[in-house]
């Protein structure tokens, strides 16, 4: 069974930090693109950064570029997203999501085309 886990969202202050966890099982991290997005209440799902299977390269959506990092830990089979420098508008349900097409730029930016999806965590950010 192919299937992705998130964790590690919670409540955090503007101007804080947190790291998401996405724990792959069924597949390999080699193969597929794996990008995290996150939808608001209210609005639609939004791409935030993506990574590839195959080189590692990234993704990010201009929103997040300078304070979130995406990486991954092929051992591991995990993918993580640190998120620097939060903000208040940061707040939404983030999931991620793998795909086996390499292109990352299409990938964030529909995110109806991706085939797995972890059933995401929560990140507030508030004072």
């Known amino acids: 069974q192919l299937q992705l886990v998130e964790s590690g969202g919670g409540l955090v202050q503007p101007g804080g930090s947190l790291r998401l966890s996405c724990a792959a099982s069924?597949?390999?991290?080699?193969?597929?693109?794996i990008c995290w997005f996150r939808q608001a209440p209210g609005k639609e799902r939004e791409g935030v950064s993506c990574?590839?299977?195959?080189?590692?390269?990234?993704y990010d959506a201009d929103s997040v570029k300078r304070r979130f990092t995406i990486s991954k830990d092929n051992p591991e089979n995990t993918v993580y997203l640190q998120m620097n420098s939060l903000k208040l508008e940061d707040t939404a349900v983030y999931y991620c999501g793998a795909d086996h097409s390499p292109a990352l730029w299409r990938l964030i930016s529909n995110y109806r085309i991706l085939e797995i999806w972890g059933q995401g965590t929560l990140v507030t950010v508030s004072s």
């Open positions: 990574i590839s299977g195959s080189d590692g390269s990234t």
């Open positions: 069924g597949f390999t991290l080699d193969s597929y693109a």
